[in-house]
């Protein structure tokens, strides 16, 4: 668990709360650092979760991550990144 330094967007905060909900991680939405690793160390997940975040962003925001993106490691990187990719993609398209 990640003790918040910086304020998450509104864009984050519900980005935080369909992670909290879709992982049933213990740890408040409010509380995830938005530039805390998600992968590993800081929020601890793993490569399955990864993938379960995946799906629940292409259902909720129409972006497709995939597997194979040679970007997946700078998009994955944090709260914010993640939600920065998102608002790109759905800007884009």
Excluded: C, W
């Excluded at 379960?52 to 972006?63: D, F, K, P, W």
């Amino acid at each position: 668990m990640t003790t918040t330094t910086l304020p998450q967007s509104p864009a984050e905060a519900e980005l935080a709360r369909l992670i909290v909900s879709t992982l049933n991680l213990d740890t408040a939405p409010a509380e995830i650092d938005p530039e805390a690793p998600l992968y590993g160390e800081g929020l601890g997940l793993d490569s399955i979760d990864m993938l379960e975040i995946s799906l629940v962003v292409a259902q909720r925001y129409g972006v497709k991550l995939r597997a194979d993106d040679e970007k997946n490691q700078s998009i994955f990187r944090s709260l914010r990144s993640l939600s920065a990719h998102i608002q790109a993609q759905r800007e884009a398209a």
